[in-house]
């Protein structure tokens, strides 16, 4: 196993559970941002019924449940052995969904699927240097279809590729994965740059409350 498995394993172990139900008592939903209940859905996928979904970097599977409860053929990757094995133990029997272990830029270079539309929650775009994974995904993405990813803004100075630390024992190191953090201007060159169009980037903001970290959301064509 990886030290970027083990990391994500790690983290996989810290973080809660979905909830069984959201505010509105559905029980699979899409959320992009890092609060419950808040921002769009599925519907910036541009995807429809019976359409074909790569979410990378799919964590407990929830989002890619929630686009096959709503009859899309989800795949779902993820490195985290920790991470699928939640997922599959409660979404395992959705129809239209499918889990597997992989590394995102390794499966995209190893399939000759195409897709609908690609997606990443806070995952392997965040996660893997963009100047390796964006031909990546243009290549398996069908023409006209839609890269849609999420993250938190860059912190002001902050871009290129940085550091992100995940805890473990009070007398351990902490884990240390790499990201990549860029504004929103530099987003929609990057995408540019590697063919894509109508490329967006935008920051939502937090819900009211006391928090004031919103969520970067950007979206492309192939």
Not at 68 to 77: K, Y
Not at 104 to 112: K, M, V, W, Y
Not at 146 to 170: K, M, T
Not at 173 to 184: I, N
Request: net charge neutral; aromatic share 10%; with cysteine.
């Amino acid at each position: 196993m990886t030290d970027t498995a083990i990391a994500w394993d790690t983290y996989a172990r810290q973080r809660p559970e979905r909830r069984q139900t959201n505010a509105h008592g559905e029980t699979t939903w899409f959320n992009w941002t890092q609060y419950p209940d808040h921002g769009p859905g599925a519907e910036l996928l541009d995807a429809t019924a019976g359409g074909r979904v790569l979410d990378l970097g799919c964590g407990k599977g929830g989002n890619a449940a929630h686009l096959a409860a709503i009859g899309m053929r989800a795949l779902g990757i993820d490195l985290s052995h920790a991470q699928l094995l939640a997922a599959r133990n409660r979404w395992g029997l959705l129809a239209g969904l499918e889990l597997r272990q992989a590394e995102a830029r390794a499966f995209l270079q190893s399939t000759d699927e195409t897709f609908d539309a690609v997606y990443s929650v806070y995952g392997a775009l965040w996660f893997t240097d963009p100047d390796l994974l964006l031909p990546a995904i243009r290549e398996r993405l069908r023409p006209g279809g839609r890269l849609v990813f999420s993250q938190r803004p860059p912190v002001a100075g902050c871009y290129g590729c940085q550091a992100s630390y995940i805890p473990r024992g009070p007398d351990e190191d902490p884990l240390v994965v790499k990201r990549w953090d860029y504004e929103l201007r530099m987003w929609e060159q990057l995408l540019a740059e590697q063919g894509f169009v109508d490329t967006r980037a935008a920051l939502l903001p937090a819900p009211p409350g006391p928090r004031r970290v919103g969520t970067l959301i950007v979206s492309a064509r192939g």
